[in-house]
């Protein structure tokens, strides 16, 4: 009898599937508790020497789960953070929920399997799952909700028990198989292959919830956007989105040579903040970076921001509070470069400014952003695609920011290319639109 990841890689029937018995265990990317401290007075924390690579136990099922076979995932910075154990261990999350009791006891092991994107076929499913069968193919949003709470059905993301799928759970996406509920799938789009569709939940999601649906920002037709880090996973994203909303975007890049990636791209606002003198951490002079910004900005578009779209944190968060418009917004999430943000509050209570704090993005977030891929209004954004078995290799290069877009990461998925059911709608958007990035080879 041939083994399940076969079955599923042959294109087994729904039937095939449910008669081919599961692995008692499972090659995933995962962290070991004993590690914890091996990073301490380490200045260079390198997630290579704590990711590891391995078999680990097929976990139970709860009756809202369903069992995916992971054909592709993607590196979040959730996993760098993760595979770092700061600010905390996420080990530290485990326990928390699994005090919870019931089958949230599983999920505290002295391994914790990471990785909150992904891409894959279902192969089980919970006796409580209802709209979704085995062999359907999926994409996972890293949402994990208590659809019992009360707030969860008003926004999910308000939920007090909401919790980063694979980040402050156990049984993540970086792994031949990965643990979700029912209420984190959304159908796959029929004309991206595995890694492009593992590559668009958490990301284009989030910058979604930050931009356009109504928890965020909501811009509209004419507004300038300043997107910090524009090339990174969330930046590419919020860049599509602007445009596709009749906005105006504005990237703020490192280098030259991320300045002609925009370009590449169609965007023609683009500022490398080399060239104006703001570096990598906390200016010593906010109000002076925030001016020369400013003034680079009203020369490319004549105004000054509606919304500034901030996820890198510490050393970017003053002059973003400085430089958006009377009236304007600062959206944030995430805070790459710290947490601790500083600014001058005259600059915001008495222009009027306001501060956005945005997390993630509910089911109907996710789905409304997803459509916009099956649409072709928006299209991933991946530069590289490794093999699971060099995930910390992945993880490195966003760690470093050494990346463009997202890092891909096949995981049950033999090779790149694979899972496209629509050719005939991929043939139409282009496989150059929607691979305009992607280079290296698995």
Known sequence: MATLNEAVLAGATPGELMNTPLP?????????????????GVEDKDVRKSLRVGEVPMPDLAPDEVLVAMMASSINYNTVWSATFEPMPTFTFLQRFARQGGHASR?????HVIGSDGSGV???AGAGVRRWQVGDHVVLSGAYVDDQDPATHADGMLSTTQLAWGFETNFGGLAHYAVVRASQLLRKPAHLNWEEAASITLCAGTSYRMLVGENGARIKQGDIVLVWGATGGLGVYAMQLVKNAGG???????????????????????????????????????VDAGKKLGRRIRQEVGEDPH?????IGKSTFGISVFVVRR???????????GYQHEFDNRYLWMNLKRIIGSHGANLQEKAECVRLFDLGHMVPVLSEVYPLEE?????RRVQLNEHIGKVGVLCMAPERGLGVTDPERRARIGEARLSPLLSNTV
């Open 107 to 111: 999920h505290d092991l002295p391994y």
């Open 24 to 40: 008692k265990t499972y090659t995933a990317a995962y962290l070991r508790a004993e590690d914890i401290g091996m990073f301490a």
């Open 307 to 311: 919304v500034v779209f901030d996820a």
């Open 248 to 286: 105006i975007p504005i990237g703020v890049v490192g280098s030259e040579e991320k300045v002609e990636v925009l370009r590449r791209l169609g965007y023609d606002h683009v500022i490398n903040r080399q060239e104006i003198g703001l570096g990598s951490g906390v200016p010593e002079s906010v």
């Open 327 to 337: 009236g304007g917004a600062v959206v944030t999430c995430g805070s790459s470069t």
């Open 391 to 395: 995930t910390g290799e992945a993880a």
């Open 122 to 124: 279902i192969v089980r």
